[in-house]
């Protein structure tokens, strides 16, 4: 389904029972809803909604930089137009910053935080590599960038192990639209939340790849750090999208928190 919210149409998918507590699902950079198709099971007994952020997915890709205070507008106005008042929130990697933002913004839209594979600042010294990110997708097209994710994304194991798994998350990355992918890199690269976090008072649960090389465990150390109670549950034998890798214990540890708030 697709709905105009804060200026663009957004495509989401809402499933499960009309009175049940509303999940709301953000995917990372170069993916979409589909990123969520191991957690839907698990997740029956809730209202989930899934949809694509701005540029991916069946979501307009308007030209030019993003910000996180805007991908974060485009959730609370999805969640209006939707006239869900309140939610729990799972993001993974980009979607986890979503969330950072929004809970900083409107903590009385939630009911709990499920940060996955994220972070909380991007360093002045690794700014530039989102730069040179924007460039390749705009100079090579989004296959040329399709087998470096996939390496930071999956151990090789899992790449021999799961073929067709991992073939439909690289049809994720090489479908994204080029307009979408260095928008959303642009807002990746303003990251910085990290000396905001504590003043997020939300039931935060942290879930994180043991060999995620690129949003680290240390990087979610200094999350569970800064947020007061939160939970940091690392996911042996998972890099970045650990919820594919590991999902049987993503979906034990995700839904035993959901159900718990």
């Not at 919820?243 to 718990?260: H, I, R």
Request: charged share 25%; glycine share 10%; proline share 4%.
């Amino acid at each position: 389904m697709k709905i105009t919210a804060n200026g663009i149409g957004i495509r989401y998918e809402l499933e499960g029972p009309a009175t049940a507590p509303v999940v709301v699902m953000s995917h990372s950079l170069a993916a979409n809803v589909g990123m969520w198709g191991d957690q839907m099971s698990a997740l029956s007994g809730f209202r989930v909604l899934r949809y694509d952020a701005r540029g991916h997915g069946g979501t307009d890709a308007p030209e030019g930089d993003y910000t996180l205070d805007q991908l974060a507008g485009d959730l609370f106005a999805l969640l209006d137009a939707l006239e869900i008042d309140r939610a729990h929130f799972v993001g993974l990697s980009m979607g986890g910053m979503i969330g950072q933002t929004a809970a900083l913004e409107d903590p009385a839209r939630f009911l709990s935080l499920s940060l996955c594979d994220t972070s909380s600042r991007v360093p002045g010294e690794g700014r530039a590599l989102w730069s040179e990110r924007m460039e390749a997708a705009r100079t090579r097209g989004m296959e040329s960038l399709v087998e470096s994710t996939i390496e930071r994304w999956f151990s090789r194991a899992f790449q021999i192990e799961e073929p067709e798994r991992v073939e439909r998350v690289r049809e994720m990355i090489r479908t994204t639209p080029v307009a979408g992918y260095c928008g959303c890199c642009a807002a990746i690269r303003g990251l910085d939340l990290t000396d905001r976090l504590s003043d997020i008072r939300l039931p935060t649960l942290l879930i994180v790849g043991e060999d995620d090389p690129g949003t680290p465990v240390a990087a979610h150390e200094v999350i569970r750090d800064r947020v007061e109670g939160a939970r940091l549950v690392v996911v042996r034998d998972a890099l970045h999208f650990s919820n594919v890798e590991q999902a049987e214990v993503f979906n034990e540890t995700l839904g035993a928190f959901l159900a718990e708030h």
